[in-house]
């Protein structure tokens, strides 16, 4: 099945839980008197939009190549990723001010224990979204999407924010509501982490940041196998979106026909492509051995 493929059916499947999670959370929040849940809901349901952020991002990343656009689309996918942390960053700071709102007025207004079915939703939403922050992950992976892994880690800062409303529900139930501010404030930390990550990852793949030395290193190993390579003059990497971009200044015997010079260049192109799928392209350039 192509990426997008992969990525459109992990979405849907992700909106169509998360509707029906959020409608269950939101009535056994009104029906058990719980406000945590209740905001657990709102937060289940804004997973509905950034998915939809993915799914826009990963379709406008697809589109072949065109006059305006020579290199692809792929850094669609960084720019849905970008505000994916953007949300998911506003989505912690949230979560961490209403826990510090809450603690701080813990004493002037002590909260009424919530009814069991709150409780019981609370589990529930912890089991199911930490199962779709590793279904989404896994394809993630799969079709190396930046926009589908920032969608699973929002995935995840839900189930987080479901073990908050957990810990506070168990909390008021057994006479220390206190439980529920201090995680939050302690879960939003970590949402705030995966967001910076997240944010951070999506600015290195927009401005060409060279790939990391696990990648080079195999790639440069390659090439001075190639026979008829002396050296390497050059090697510049960068990133474009999920995909690599390669420059390489060889060196080869200066006394050599430019048929054959061209073959040896060819031969490494080939084989860097052949070898290391995430190369998008690459150049080659052939220098005389300095004597």
Known sequence: MEPKAIAMRVSVNTIIVNAVLSAFKLLAGIFAGSAAMISDAVHSASDVFSTIIVMVGVHISAKAPDDEHPYGHERMECVAAILLSCVLALTGLGIGYSGIQSLMNSAQTPLAAPGMLA?????????????????????????????????????????????????????ARLGLPILDPIAAIVISIFILKASYDIFKDGIDKMVDKACPEEVIAPIREMVLGVKGV????????????????????????????????????????????????????????VNPVHS
Do not use: Q
């Open 230 to 285: 002396a050296g390497i003059d050059l090697f510049k990497t960068r990133m474009f979106g999920a995909r690599y971009y390669v420059d390489l200044e060889i060196t080869a015997d200066g006394s050599l026909t430019l048929s054959e010079a061209h073959h040896i260049a060819e031969t490494v192109h080939a084989e860097i492509e052949h070898h290391f799928p995430d190369v998008k392209h690459c150049m080659v350039h």
């Open 119 to 171: 409780l019981v939703a609370a589990v529930l939403s912890i089991v199911i979204k930490e199962g779709m922050y590793w279904y989404t992950r896994n394809a993630a992976k799969k079709i190396r999407s930046d926009a589908l892994m920032a969608d699973a880690w929002h995935h995840r800062s839900d189930a987080f924010s479901s073990v908050g409303s957990l810990i506070g529900i168990a909390g």
